[in-house]
T-cell receptor
Framework: GAVVSQHPSWVICKSGTSVKIECRSL??????MFWYRQFPKQSLMLMAT?????????EQGVEKDKFLINHASLTLSTLTVTSAHPEDSSFYIC???????????FGSGTRLTVV | AQSVTQPDIHITVSEGASLELRCNYS??????LFWYVQSPGQGLQLLLK??????LVQGIKGFEAEFKRSQSSFNLRKPSVHWSDAAEYFC????????????FGAGTRLFVKA
């Protein structure tokens, strides 16, 4: 079946630095990828929709300049948390949809801790 | 835009007892429907999904869910719960078209008592 690899699984960074999270579709081409954020003991909140070759569509309230999304190829989308602060600490999860398919596949998530 | 409601924040059942987790959705057409499970500190695992066809969907780990259009519901069931089923369960609704955006419910935490 379709596999989505998310890297890194966890990362600790200093406040003020930037962190890049990768989401790769391993055995299919993903025309659309989604980025979610999950606070402790809460549900997943959709941050943005990433379409290959075009700008990401951000949900209301999500800072575009803070969470940079790049979907440069059909198998890779990246989320960069810029100038990270402790309040950005969260669990970030991506999902990918194969073009023409009905399904979504989720990555295993990245736990970001900003100290 | 779609929305999804999981009315129960947490549920406690005895091991061996049956389970039903509720999910109600709002969407202008027939949506894609999913149930995911998340163990503490882990990613999401897909239990089952409904796209079309038979409204009773079988999933992994002995779970099933039934799509009821008249009630806008997609409740998850399991006839006999095991202690290892204790986790957070999320119902999700995906749009058909328009970017295929998926929205998650708030989740239901399942506790299993011996």
């Amino acid at each position: 079946g379709a596999v989505v690899s998310q890297h890194p699984s966890w990362v600790i960074c200093k406040s003020g630095t930037s962190v890049k999270i990768e989401c790769r579709s391993l055995d299919f081409q993903a025309t659309t990828m989604f980025w979610y954020r999950q606070f402790p003991k809460q549900s997943l909140m959709l941050m943005a929709t990433s379409n290959e070759g075009s700008k990401a569509t951000y949900e209301q309230g999500v800072e575009k300049d803070k969470f940079l999304i790049n979907h440069a190829s059909l198998t890779l989308s990246t989320l960069t948390v810029t100038s990270a602060h402790p309040e950005d600490s969260s669990f970030y999860i991506c999902s990918a949809r194969e073009g023409g398919a009905d399904g979504y596949t989720f990555g295993s998530g990245t736990r970001l801790t900003v100290v | 835009a779609q929305s999804v409601t999981q009315p129960d924040i947490h549920i406690t059942v005895s091991e061996g007892a049956s389970l039903e987790l509720r999910c109600n959705y709002s969407y202008g057409a027939t949506p894609y429907l999913f149930w995911y499970v998340q163990s503490p500190g882990q990613g999401l695992q897909l239990l089952l999904k409904y796209f079309s066809g038979d409204t009773l969907v079988q999933g992994i780990k002995g779970f099933e869910a039934e799509f009821k259009r008249s009630q806008s519901s997609f409740n998850l069931r399991k006839p006999s719960v095991h202690w290892s089923d204790a986790a957070e369960y999320f119902c999700a609704v995906g749009a058909r078209g328009g970017g295929f955006k998926t929205i998650f419910g708030a989740g239901t935490r399942l506790f299993v008592k011996a």
